[in-house]
């Protein structure tokens, strides 16, 4: 299947930095990427759509200032938790689409834990 | 959107058989039925994807009966490796504008 990979796989960080995290699809072209956000013995709770050459849609709820999506090429979505406060800690993960013609399929990144001192 | 229902956990012996059966009665004509499998701290990984009947792969089996409302993962012989969450999710073919949304999951626990 289609790899997606996500960097860093963790980030220790201080509480007002700002954390960027990488999403890339290795194998075929993404338009669209999704994050989303997990915390412990949760599902995800998708964060926003990600589109290649337009601004990202955000879920209800979701702080766009804070989450900055940037998906400036067809294998290359970025998510940037600006000000990071320890109520940000949490595991974020993106996918890619890859449609194919049949039912949408998603391949996600291995995820990125984030710690806010 | 259909929305799906999954028992929230389930308990199984390694070598075993598991069934783990998701509810959507709101499917539609051009929605697919797909199964995610997510292991603590990893990203969720596709397992499954079916429209109708039977399909089979390395990893499991999707047996949808012909009113399409249901649907069950089967998983055959699963061992300690198999304790995962896994996810049941209904998608459109023509994706669009669609959001994947994932339901509560299922928490598989294999016991030796």
């Known amino acids: 299947g289609a790899v997606v990979s996500q960097h860093p796989s963790w980030v220790i960080c201080k509480s007002g930095t700002s954390v960027k995290i990488e999403c890339r699809s290795l194998d075929f072209q993404a338009t669209t990427m999704f994050w989303y956000r997990q915390f412990p013995k949760q599902s995800l709770m998708l964060m926003a759509t990600s589109n290649e050459g337009s601004k990202a849609t955000y879920e209800q709820g979701v702080e766009k200032d804070k989450f900055l999506i940037n998906h400036a090429s067809l294998t290359l979505s970025t998510l940037t938790v600006t000000s990071a406060h320890p109520e940000d800690s949490s595991f974020y993960i993106c996918s890619a689409r890859d449609g194919g013609g049949s039912g949408e399929k998603l391949f996600f990144g291995s995820g990125t834990q984030l710690s806010v001192l | 959107l259909a929305k799906t229902t999954q028992p929230i956990s389930m308990d199984s012996y390694e070598g075993q058989e598991v069934n783990i059966t998701c509810s959507h009665n709101?499917?539609?004509?051009?929605?697919?039925i797909t199964w995610y499998q997510q292991f603590p701290s990893q990203g969720p990984r596709f397992i499954i994807q079916?429209?109708?009947t039977k399909v089979t792969n390395e990893v499991a089996s999707l047996f949808i009966p012909a009113d399409r409302k249901s649907s069950t993962l089967s998983l055959p012989r699963v061992s300690l490796s198999d304790t995962a969450v896994y996810y049941c999710l209904v998608v459109p073919a023509d994706t669009g504008g669609f959001k994947t949304i994932f339901g509560a999951g299922t928490r598989l626990f294999v016991k030796a």
């Open positions: 079916g429209y109708k």
């Open positions: 709101n499917i539609a004509t051009n929605d697919y």
